[in-house]
């Protein structure tokens, strides 16, 4: 059931937090009468910076937007060294992001909306840069400089915001050129052999008609992990180049045209987890593990070292062995063009037309010094698009916003895998590898031959195979939009919103044999027996798929309507007080599942929707040196689009995992936000965070650490992976004159309670909860023309991961950690 009813008091699990939100109210609306009597100089000098945004296409101050959002602006961005959606996570509560490679980026709000290694399902978090939505979530895999500001905003958006919006949108908005002239630089060179780069200029090229802004950046640092095997290779590093150029039209006092050119290229050795042991010697029901990863290396000769001793992989360190890894390959590039037409009535009528590319290439390898087999990505996304909007001047009765959206988009997917030499001594059966690596049953019962040729078939049984499987995934979509402000009076305001998307999308799906390696007869293999012939082609069978052309999957025609229904009411101009209940909609996919031949039938995957309910304190309190925000919400996501797992109807006692529509998954919690500038004195204090419950409705996922055959284990009313329920963020920053300059000082804490990270919830996924603190120190010159700082990040160098993944058959347990300490020299300069 989804009705207002379910928001009754008795239905929160939370009700104290409802209290507290009334008590906030309560509090605000007395304090607020008592600033009433301040005078305006005592305003100016206590008051904190006013937050300008643009969610809902305007500018207008964050505290009087309806919404749960949280704003990181220019200075913090620039002290903080903010320039990524990964960075945002410690200053804005209730956002995850995810992803060790750009194909792998996911972001998700409340706990919900990841959408994993999957080149056809688009994400419930829209990322929009400079008024253009990312189609394809890993082109979020990005450094940006130059930023203004980044708006996170939490709730369905897509009346106004965004495609595919239905949990929330990151917003983040740039520098536009300016007719004044400045230029700025910023090098950083610190542990792990970091260095980076920074320079940006602006001016005008023709007086107040045109003018220019050019931004660069490099970004270098050395990653916490060194592969012994390739000398000198640095794993989980930084390696980016980037670069911005913008123009700035003003051909009127009505009409500006911004053009944006941008160009990244990042390749980073950043697409593995590392080995930290081979798991449990039982599995939990105390079943004895015979086959793991280590004991398939021991157990067979062939991995043996030189001296004859077994091969012993490094396990728990910071140093491994890789033959086959290499780095993500990540060129992206775009151009976008808005228009703003300001027409006689003070209307604005808005055109922004934007195009994107992105390539990617990646090769994942394995866990050994084996050339076993390599699997990874090469992948080809762009994205054409149109936004035509029309919005009306601010009213005393009404104002409103209309718009049209459009959107062609393709993403071109080829997953390859390529086996080498030592992939036949891996992959083998134990019949198999004794057959032809020790000749045991080759010549008949009680006869063993001598090995050499069956060793050769062994190396040759997959040596050279290269296949891949390839997508092509494309969308058509079209949509209207709107939204209307009713201020029905000077205090209370009603806003509607509706949109509605018609989209068409294509999928198609081929296997192909690029290469088929040794051909395995008698005539190559002369000595070999039949039954070794047998077990080498077996072994090759079981890995390679056999080829197909192009076979077209169900398309897709949908009809989608999100809509929002929002009151607000000023209690007076510090206090706001908003409610709302809103829809949103994520359109559906089509699916190929693993192993998809010829004769099988693609899977459509429904649209996701979400709904929405928020009510919510916004207020500036005690001579506005104190903001105060909270939020209550609750979302309820049907048909949610994930990953579950199910009993193969051809064999009862395999589960097989594949793209579903989950039944449900509910986030409900708490989110607030707090500043508070001390009167005269240069200390600011912050704090936000959330408490929030993101549970399964129904779910049901392969049951961890049990032996075979695997199990469904029901995870329903549990909490999601990956959704902490608690965050909190807190910083100081204090600034005082310092001996003719400028001294500032900051710290921040950024805490997650311990969740699991992986949908088994397998003990060896859970991450326990963990404590992040930043700072630094800086002196900048009375003139603000020059500044040297020195800044820190995981100061007391907790220890905590990224990623966990379980134990398998062939595979440790695995993690990717989080930055160890990192201490830095940073230099700004302005021109």
Not at 177 to 191: K, R, V
Not at 280 to 292: E, I, L, V, Y
Not at 301 to 328: C, H, I, K, S
Not at 589 to 597: A, H, L, T, V
Request: aromatic share 10%.
């Amino acid at each position: 059931m989804s009705t207002f009813a379910q928001l009754s008091l008795p239905t929160w699990r939370s009700s104290s937090a409802l209290i507290a939100l009334l008590a906030i109210a309560s509090a605000a609306t007395r304090a607020a009468a008592e600033d009433g009597a301040a005078n305006d100089e005592t305003l100016a000098a206590a008051a904190l910076d006013e937050v300008v945004v643009t969610a809902r296409h305007r500018l207008e101050s964050a505290q009087d937007v309806p919404l749960a959002i949280s704003v990181i602006g220019g200075p913090t961005l620039e002290r903080d060294d903010i320039k990524s959606v990964w960075d945002v996570v410690e200053k804005a509560p209730n956002i995850q992001t995810v992803g060790d490679n750009a194909r792998k980026v996911s972001i998700s709000i409340r706990g919900i909306g990841r959408n994993g290694a999957n080149d056809s399902a688009e994400g419930s978090v829209s990322t929009i840069v400079d008024g253009v939505s990312l189609y394809y979530a890993g082109q979020a895999w990005a450094d940006y400089v130059d930023l203004d500001r980044i708006e996170v905003l939490r709730g369905p958006q897509g009346t106004l915001l965004g495609k595919n919006s239905t949990l929330g949108a990151v917003n983040i908005v740039t520098r536009a050129p300016s007719f004044e002239p400045e230029s700025s630089y910023q090098i950083e060179i610190g542990d792990r052999k970091t260095l980076q780069g920074r320079f940006s200029s602006t001016g005008a090229i023709v007086e107040d008609r045109l003018a220019f802004r050019g931004s660069f950046v490099v970004d270098r640092a050395n990653g916490l992990y060194e592969n012994t095997y390739q000398t000198g290779e640095s794993w989980n590093e930084k390696n980016r180049l980037g670069g911005r150029v913008q123009f700035l039209l003003t051909p009127s006092d009505r009409i500006t045209n911004r053009t944006i050119v941008d160009y990244l290229r990042s390749e980073e050795r950043v697409n593995l987890s590392f080995p930290l042991s081979d798991g449990p010697a039982a599995f939990a029901d105390g079943t004895p593990r015979t086959s793991t990863y280590l004991t398939l290396l021991r157990n067979r000769r062939y991995f043996d070292n030189a001296d004859g001793t077994p091969y012993q992989p490094v396990l728990g360190t910071r140093e491994f062995e890789n033959a086959e890894a290499r780095p993500q390959q990540t060129n992206q590039h775009g151009i976008s063009d808005q228009l703003d037409w300001t027409l006689g009535n003070g209307s604005t009528l808005t055109s922004i037309t934007a195009y994107r590319h992105q390539n990617f290439d990646i090769k994942n390898g394995g866990q050994t010094k084996f050339y076993i087999g390599n699997g990874g990505q090469q992948l080809w996304n762009e994205q054409l698009s149109e936004e035509l909007r029309f919005s009306s001047p601010v009213r005393e009765k009404l104002d409103y916003q209309v718009g049209l959206y459009y959107l062609d988009a393709r993403v071109y997917s080829d997953d390859p895998t390529y086996f080498g030499e030592d992939a036949g001594a891996w992959y083998a059966n134990d019949r198999q590898y004794d057959l032809l690596y020790n000749g045991v049953g080759a010549g008949g019962a009680g006869v063993t031959l001598a090995p050499g040729v069956g060793r050769e078939l062994l190396r040759d049984s997959l040596k050279g195979m290269y296949q891949s499987s390839v997508t092509d995934a494309q969308l058509t979509s079209f949509a209207v939009f709107g939204q209307l402000n009713w201020h029905l009076t000077d205090a209370f305001t009603l806003t509607f919103g509706a949109r509605d998307t018609l989209e068409d999308k294509t999928n198609r799906i081929r296997q192909e044999l690029d290469r088929d390696g040794k051909t395995l007869t008698a005539a190559n293999y002369p000595g070999a027996t039949p039954q070794q012939l047998a077990a080498a082609q077996a072994i090759r069978a079981n890995r390679i798929d056999d080829p197909y052309d192009w076979i077209d999957g169900e398309p897709i025609d949908e009809d989608t309507v999100s809509w929002l229904v929002s009151p607000t009411y000023h209690i007076n101009d510090r206090v706001m007080l908003y409610a709302s209940a809103a829809q949103g909609v994520k359109s559906g996919f089509i699916y190929f599942p693993s192993g998809f031949g010829p004769g099988d039938v693609s899977t459509t995957i429904a649209p996701e929707e979400s709904l929405d309910f928020e009510l919510g304190i916004k207020s500036r309190l005690a001579n506005r040196r104190l903001l105060l925000n909270a939020n209550l919400y609750r979302t309820e996501v049907q048909d949610y689009q994930t990953s579950v797992a199910y009993v193969d109807p051809r064999d009862e006692t395999t589960v097989l995992t594949r793209w579903e529509n989950a039944d449900g998954v509910t986030a409900q919690g708490v989110e607030y936000d707090l500043s508070y500038g001390f009167d005269r004195v240069g200390l600011t204090l912050t704090l936000n965070g959330s408490y929030n419950l993101a549970e399964f409705e129904t779910y049901f996922t392969t049951c961890p650490d049990l032996p075979p055959p695997a199990r469904l284990c029901d995870l329903s009313g549990k909490q999601v992976h990956g959704a902490p329920k608690r965050q909190i963020n807190a910083g100081v920053d204090y600034e005082f004159p310092l001996a003719g300059t400028h001294g500032r000082v900051w710290i921040n804490s950024s805490y997650r309670s311990g969740t699991y990270l992986s949908a088994s919830q397998s003990p060896y996924t859970y991450q326990p909860a963990y404590n992040v603190v930043s700072g630094g120190v800086a002196v900048t010159t009375r003139n603000e023309k020059y500044e040297i700082a020195l800044v820190g990040r995981n100061l007391t160098n907790e220890d905590y991961a990224i990623t966990r993944n379980t134990y398998g058959n062939t595979s440790a347990v695995s993690w990717i950690e989080g930055e160890d300490r990192y201490l830095g020299l940073r230099f700004r300069g302005r021109l």
